[in-house]
């Protein structure tokens, strides 16, 4: 039974199974003349925030100078034939891609090829309106038969050019370098390519080139970091010396009061927070211009390049001058991660000398406690010492007037020899008493 019934489905299998087929490849044939543009975000808005609608904006602006519907807010790709030329536009996370394809009507020599391309169509107003944001543009011009290799150095002002045979059909030719009018150019020749090949090699090509400079964008503030990290070693080194100078003057005069060690506590924490602000400030920069080199070196795999004698192939020209670049970007967030691990470190060794001498200041203080309840105790037993005496007189003056009193009816003849004999018996007997609380109270 065929499933025609919406409600059979996942929300997500349609959308899901179109995503594969959103980016599809210009359908080109020999000779064509391409520019490329790579519109990068509003340079106002910060790493990794939603540019979406500024993409959008720029698209719908150049639909309506051409009286064409522009396509839905979330639209990701676009594609429609203006006439003079025909338009493909992608949005991706942090720019957007023109790219502009026309069949000539005359046929042009290679150098007046890019006298002639697609962009002398476009509106002046609305190339002005990407001031500041257009990080690529490129012309591609796509040839039908091989030439001389000779003869494209005129093309690329003399520069270093790369070139090889792609896709076992295709000839491609460039210097990745910007040329006086503000574009880079690629010769792609067909020298035997199938039906369609010739749209997949010009969009791997303009891939390469767009992620090429894309990755780039990270070596700015690989420098730009750079003296930072060496200020943040340098401020480390110099706490840690002094860490080891304290520790050497405290051995010799006891544990310090902890002063130094809180001095030394409040640099580290600000050595740790201004590691952790450049980490975030271009560990999303780094971590796109890592995935954006891998893009490049998947593109390039994808030509699957045959050398031309004499001419270095793009893999060879991207290895020794995009490489090193990457390379810096990862030291130095390799670099920034070790040393944020270093003042981590330093930070829990300090922490745990700040927490040593707590720990012996308040062994001080319980140690003064102890002295002060001992000569408490010692007052406590001379007081009490009176006040055996204090208790015993008491008790003999009670005992006197009771025998005045046992005098007076005759009983007895003299007072004074019963108090004399009750004096010390009244003594042992209230030391005796005070003696057994104390111990009643101890043992309690």
Request: aromatic content about 8%; overall charge neutral; charged content about 20%.
């Amino acid at each position: 039974m065929p499933i025609v019934y919406s409600s059979l489905n996942h929300a997500m299998r349609v959308p899901l199974a179109a995503e594969i087929h959103s980016r599809p490849f210009m359908k080109l044939e020999a000779p064509e003349l391409i520019s490329h543009f790579a519109i990068y975000r509003n340079p106002d808005l910060g790493a990794g925030a939603p540019s979406g609608h500024i993409h959008h904006k720029t698209l719908n602006a150049l639909c309506a100078h051409f009286g064409v519907s522009a396509p839905a807010n979330d639209a990701k790709y676009f594609y429609h034939d203006f006439g003079k030329f025909r338009l493909k536009w992608e949005c991706h996370t942090e720019f957007s891609t023109y790219t502009f394809a026309l069949r000539p009507d005359l046929e042009y020599t290679t150098e007046e090829a890019f006298e002639h391309m697609p962009v002398t169509h476009l509106p002046q107003e609305w190339l002005l309106s990407l001031k500041g944001r257009v990080m690529v543009a490129a012309h591609v011009a796509l040839e039908k038969g091989g030439a001389e290799v000779e003869s494209l150095q005129r093309i690329f002002e003399g520069n270093t050019m790369a070139g090889s045979q792609v896709m076992q059909g295709g000839e491609l030719y460039s210097d990745f370098a910007i040329q006086s009018d503000g574009f880079s150019r690629f010769v792609i020749r067909d020298v035997g390519m199938r039906a369609q090949q010739a749209g997949r090699l010009v969009q791997r090509v303009l891939e390469i080139e767009t992620y090429r400079m894309f990755a780039l964008l990270g070596l700015p503030q690989a420098q730009q970091a750079a003296p930072a990290l060496n200020a943040i070693e340098g401020e480390l080194v110099t706490l840690a010396a002094d860490m080891v100078q304290t520790d050497a003057a405290q051995i010799e005069d006891g544990m310090g009061d902890g002063v130094v060690e809180q001095k030394l506590l409040g640099e580290i924490t600000r050595l740790a927070a201004r590691i952790e602000k450049l980490s975030l400030e271009t560990s999303y920069r780094f971590s796109a211009s890592k995935a954006y080199f891998r893009l490049v070196h998947a593109r390039i795999d994808e030509l699957r390049e045959i050398r031309i004698e004499g001419i270095p192939n793009v893999a060879e020209f991207m290895d020794r001058r995009l490489t090193p670049a990457m390379n810096t970007c990862e030291a130095v967030a390799a670099r920034q991660e070790a040393l944020a691990r270093r003042v981590a470190n330093t930070n829990d060794l300090l922490r745990t000398r700040v927490g040593i001498i707590q720990e012996q200041q308040n062994r001080k203080i319980l140690q003064s406690m102890n002295r002060r309840a001992a000569q408490q105790l010692r007052l406590q037993q001379a007081v009490e010492g009176l006040s055996v005496a204090a208790i015993s007189y008491y008790v003999v003056g009670l005992i006197g007037y009771s025998t005045k009193a046992v005098k007076a009816a005759g009983i007895i003849g003299n007072p004074d020899v019963v108090i004399g004999l009750a004096v010390p018996v009244v003594l042992g007997a209230v030391w005796l008493s005070l003696r057994n609380m104390h111990k009643r109270l101890h043992t309690a």
